[in-house]
């Protein structure tokens, strides 16, 4: 936090473009804290209930229409206003599709208990 103020605020190595402090919040908001869910839903998860994914294809189809939503967004901040729009158009249908393949498919899936071996 200390160096984001410092960095926009003109302290130390001067400022920073405002697309730049706006991508780089949304790279953390969005690249990070969502594919830090995503992975701890697709691990941590099924080890709880004693389960496994049944669509790890799935899975990888969900973490790459993430980041790729996140990059095509973060792109966009620093395009000009022609190609601002059509970018985060891009990128918000790519992180939409990502959501709803993460909660649509493979999160009831990775809650799903494995059968038992003993009866």
């Given at each position: 936090?200390?160096?984001?103020?410092?960095?926009?605020?003109?302290?130390?190595?001067?400022?920073?473009?405002?697309?730049?402090?706006?991508?780089?919040?949304?790279?953390?908001?969005?690249?990070?804290?969502?594919?830090?869910?995503?992975?701890?839903a697709?691990?941590v998860?099924?080890?709880?209930?004693?389960?496994?994914?049944?669509?790890?294809?799935?899975?990888?189809?969900?973490?790459?229409?993430?980041?790729?939503?996140?990059?095509?967004?973060?792109?966009?901040?620093?395009?000009?206003?022609?190609?601002?729009?059509?970018?985060?158009?891009?990128?918000?249908?790519?992180?939409?599709?990502?959501?709803?393949?993460?909660?649509?498919?493979?999160?009831?899936?990775?809650?799903?208990?494995?059968?038992?071996?003993?009866?």
């Amino acid at each position: 936090m200390v160096n984001l103020a410092r960095l926009t605020a003109g302290w130390g190595l001067g400022t920073l473009p405002r697309p730049s402090v706006w991508a780089h919040a949304y790279v953390q908001v969005f690249g990070f804290m969502a594919l830090f869910i995503m992975g701890v839903a697709h691990h941590v998860v099924p080890r709880l209930v004693g389960g496994t994914l049944q669509r790890t294809r799935l899975v990888r189809w969900s973490f790459w229409l993430q980041v790729a939503g996140v990059v095509i967004i973060a792109c966009g901040f620093f395009h000009d206003t022609a190609l601002t729009r059509p970018l985060w158009i891009a990128g918000t249908t790519s992180l939409l599709a990502a959501s709803v393949s993460f909660r649509g498919r493979d999160v009831p899936q990775a809650l799903e208990p494995k059968p038992s071996l003993v009866p």
